[in-house]
């Protein structure tokens, strides 16, 4: 998964701890940093859809229009919401 917005350790923060507060959230790991988002690895007990159902309950994370990415193991880009803090 890859997440823009994400440029300060503040949002990472906040970020990997809504995603392990997720109910279909078991792990979440950093794969990468760049200047303007992370890249994770996000491990569900649902798979792909539940995991993607759960994060679109609440609108903190919005479902990029960048699907596109060369990287196989980015199977979703999301952009953190400004104002979900």
């Known amino acids: ?13 906040t970020v990997v701890k809504y995603l392990t507060n997720l109910s279909a959230v078991t792990k979440v790991q950093l794969l990468d940093v760049t200047p303007t988002g992370i890249k994770l690895r996000v491990t569900s007990m649902g798979g792909l859809l539940q995991l993607m159902h759960a994060i679109n309950l609440d609108h903190k994370l919005i479902k990029s229009a960048k699907t596109e990415t060369t990287d196989p193991n980015i199977n979703l880009t999301y952009k953190w919401a400004e104002n979900a803090s």
């Open 1 to 13: 998964m890859f997440i823009d917005g994400v440029s300060n350790s503040g949002t990472y923060v």
